[in-house]
T-cell receptor, first 114, second 112 residues
Framework: DAGVTQSPTHLIKTRGQHVTLRCSPI?????VSWYQQVLGQGPQFIFQ???????GRGNFPDRFSARQFPNYSSELNVNALLLGDSALYLC?????????????FGPGTRLTVL | QKEVEQDPGPLSVPEGAIVSLNCTYS??????FMWYRQYSRKGPELLMY????GNKEDGRFTAQVDKSSKYISLFIRDSQPSDSATYLC????????????FGTGTRLKVLA
């Protein structure tokens, strides 16, 4: 069974540009969450989606947005990139929103903003 | 004060040693506790998942939760060089958004 997949693997952008990151969850999983992991830190929660609806949002500016598609895949969009947005962006999927539904992470997209 | 505190290490041990990794937390609403292993430049891999207080064992790994002290631990027995990675604790209140709150991670190096 394929795990969570993310694309692209690496991305280099310049300040002010826009970026779109993509995630495909594990087959059968309906919930997708996005996390930002800055070097040397633990992942920080950005968004959670379930059945195409936003179910949670972390402390990130409005430049960050996301959506989930009918096939449960998801996109994370970041506008007006800043140097501080350089990080590993992780997607995690879970079966649903039950308390026991653990999150499984993809390999991440490494974003570098110059 | 951060919700979850974790010693960043690095922690170096000889092969075969017992490793103890720890996290403390301040939010008494946390009920679900996870340990992830993350190799360099990879995504976190789920190792252990526990609910509330108690111990859980899986092979060489034992997860321990003490809710009264707001303290969780991961023990690795007979550590191997392949265990060298960053270990992240994560916690969830299990209600609302179910978001995970992570520690900063502890870098572990097992020397052959």
């Amino acid at each position: 069974d394929a795990g969570v997949t993310q694309s692209p693997t690496h991305l280099i952008k310049t300040r002010g540009q826009h970026v779109t990151l993509r995630c495909s969850p594990i087959s059968g999983h309906k919930s997708v969450s996005w996390y930002q992991q800055v070097l040397g830190q633990g992942p920080q929660f950005i968004f959670q989606y379930y059945e195409k609806e936003e179910r949670g949002r972390g402390n990130f500016p409005d430049r960050f947005s996301a959506r989930q598609f009918p096939n449960y895949s998801s996109e994370l969009n970041v506008n007006a990139l800043l140097l501080g947005d350089s990080a590993l962006y992780l997607c995690a999927s879970s079966l649903g929103l039950a308390r026991t539904d653990t999150q499984y992470f993809g390999p991440g997209t490494r974003l570098t903003v110059l | 004060q951060k919700e979850v505190e974790q010693d960043p290490g690095p922690l170096s041990v000889p092969e075969g040693a017992i490793v103890s990794l720890n996290c403390t937390y301040s939010n008494s609403a946390f009920q679900y506790f996870m340990w992830y292993r993350q190799y360099s430049r990879k995504g976190p891999e789920l190792l252990m998942y526990t609910y509330s207080s108690g111990n859980k064992e899986d092979g060489r790994f034992t997860a321990q939760v003490d809710k009264s002290s707001k303290y969780i631990s991961l023990f690795i027995r007979d550590s191997q060089p392949s265990d060298s990675a960053t270990y992240l604790c994560a916690m969830s209140a299990g209600s609302g958004t179910y978001k995970y709150i992570f520690g900063t991670g502890t870098r572990l190096k097992v020397l052959a």
